[in-house]
DNA sequence: TAGTGGTCTAGACCACAGC
DNA sequence: CTGTGGTCTAGACCACTAC
């Protein structure tokens, strides 16, 4: 139903990119779509060999370098795989490549055009036990910041918080009023936010967790357990935790 | 090469862009990296005006195409925004875009070096009901299949796929052996996937999934919902749940 | 109008893969 | 060796923005 009507090459349909897609793109979009579209279609396989740059020169009328931009670009997006001196192939795409946003929360719930409001349970610096400490680069006992925040959606509970904080890099984090700034915008002013790992797991709260977010400790949460480095240098360790009925992390992938 | 000599900017050099990356770097990627060095560094701020083109021509020495390729490469990196006739701009970057990977749980399962194998709890054609419809672009009542499988690495149940989908975009879906291929991998083979969303979200598993993932239904789990066209044709909707304490997504962000 | 980005070209040299 | 992709150049024309 999708790849309807062409088939039957025959002759190699001779000519014509059997797309020919809206013709106001600009010529190196025009090589994509037809691209994009014979993938889409079937024409070519996961795992096949695509046309080399030199014959989409030929078929489309373009300098290469247009064409290569086009291929590039595919590849970025996954589609296609290249490698010099081989070809360029179809990618086998048993995989799903999604582009998935953590935003400020404070931002996510003014866009979303609610009060965002913050209750601070805990702001202080703590000695770092051997596990943390390797995890932000420091010295076994050494010095961390902590805060544990409530963060509310119109007043209900959606998000605790609770971070550690490499003080070297932020030597005032402790200073700051979190129910007027999140720790988030704070660190991302004082360095910007270079890498991320993360993982999302479902669990249970912890019992102050429980307590902040006002929910049984029983109840199914989403856990975001974030690391955070600027230039190589380890900044901030965050558990994320959210009452599970009221938070959802969304994406998409369209490539 | 070609290029090769130039530089010497005279007096430009002068502050030498602070950064200078590896200089077998080919040089569009080193203005990258100058660029993106400046920004971890502070030298913009999120949302300051960057250099124009035509100055990076002159202190890289390089042609337009060059320097081009380095700001739209970083354009797509979400790292700088772009406006024709007004010039480039530091994202406010007050969002962390990150790569999420969801794979073919067969082939995640294969990659540690494990055993999958699937227990199909339930595989037929059933009436959808009106909100199943329209997901599926349906009509109310019209037949769709349905596959619960679960999912178990070295005989523990890992996940349990709740599956619907759309009958005129894969026929033979139900005459397929789920215990020797995957309905992912099946439906990538019928049609290439090019859409996606989903929702991630912690919550606790239906009697049945319980019951296939021997888990208590006290337990939390991490739903993932998947909805996946291709080319607008709603292809299929997947229920996914783990057993909170089996299952991590992992990501990272490196930009 | 001047400056900016968006795009294209027709060549070029190189590194690498496969025969 | 040939064919492939990786990269660069020195111009060019255009559309848009800001003044």
Same mark, same amino acid.
């Given at each position: 139903?999708?790849?309807?009507?062409?088939?039957?090459?025959?002759?190699?349909?001779?000519?014509?990119?059997?797309?020919?897609?809206?013709?106001?793109?600009?010529?190196?979009?025009?090589?994509?779509?037809?691209?994009?579209?014979?993938?889409?279609?079937?024409?070519?396989?996961?795992?096949?060999?695509?046309?080399?740059?030199?014959? +989409?020169? %030929? @078929?489309? =009328? !373009?300098?290469?370098?247009?064409?290569?931009?086009?291929? #590039?670009?595919?590849?970025? *997006?996954?589609?296609?795989?290249?490698?010099?001196?081989?070809?360029?192939?179809?990618?086998?795409?048993?995989?799903?490549?999604?582009?998935?946003?953590?935003?400020?929360?404070?931002?996510?719930?003014?866009?979303?055009?609610?009060?965002?409001?913050?209750?601070?349970?805990?702001?202080?610096?703590?000695?770092?036990?051997?596990? +943390?400490? %390797? @995890?932000? =680069? !420091?010295?076994?006992?050494?010095?961390?910041?902590?805060? #544990?925040?409530?963060?509310? *959606?119109?007043?209900?509970?959606?998000?605790?918080?609770?971070?550690?904080?490499?003080?070297?890099?932020?030597?005032?984090?402790?200073?700051?009023?979190?129910?007027?700034?999140?720790?988030?915008?704070?660190?991302?002013?004082?360095?910007?936010?270079?890498?991320?790992?993360?993982?999302?797991?479902?669990?249970?709260?912890?019992?102050?967790? %429980?307590?902040?977010?006002?929910?049984?400790?029983?109840?199914?949460?989403?856990?975001?357990?974030?690391?955070?480095?600027?230039?190589?240098?380890?900044?901030?360790?965050?558990?994320?935790?959210?009452?599970?009925?009221?938070?959802?992390?969304?994406?998409?992938?369209?490539?």
């Amino acid at each position: 139903m999708l790849q309807a009507a062409p088939r039957q090459p025959s002759m190699r349909q001779a000519m014509n990119p059997v797309s020919d897609p809206d013709p106001t793109l600009p010529p190196y979009a025009r090589v994509k779509a037809h691209l994009k579209d014979g993938l889409a279609g079937g024409r070519w396989a996961p795992g096949a060999r695509m046309p080399s740059e030199a014959e +989409l020169v %030929a @078929q489309f =009328g !373009l300098s290469r370098m247009t064409v290569n931009r086009a291929l #590039r670009e595919l590849q970025a *997006e996954g589609l296609l795989e290249r490698r010099q001196g081989a070809g360029t192939y179809a990618t086998a795409l048993h995989r799903v490549a999604s582009t998935l946003t953590i935003r400020d929360l404070h931002e996510e719930i003014a866009a979303r055009g609610h009060r965002h409001s913050a209750v601070v349970d805990l702001q202080r610096a703590e000695s770092a036990p051997p596990a +943390l400490a %390797a @995890q932000l =680069g !420091l010295e076994p006992g050494a010095a961390v910041f902590h805060t #544990r925040i409530a963060h509310l *959606e119109n007043g209900v509970p959606l998000q605790c918080e609770d971070r550690y904080v490499n003080p070297a890099c932020a030597p005032d984090y402790l200073a700051q009023d979190y129910t007027r700034t999140t720790p988030t915008h704070y660190l991302l002013a004082v360095a910007p936010l270079w890498e991320a790992q993360y993982l999302i797991e479902a669990g249970r709260p912890t019992a102050d967790e %429980a307590r902040l977010l006002g929910v049984a400790h029983t109840e199914p949460c989403l856990v975001v357990v974030r690391r955070t480095q600027s230039r190589g240098v380890p900044i901030t360790l965050a558990r994320l935790v959210h009452p599970g009925m009221r938070y959802t992390i969304a994406g998409s992938f369209t490539p």
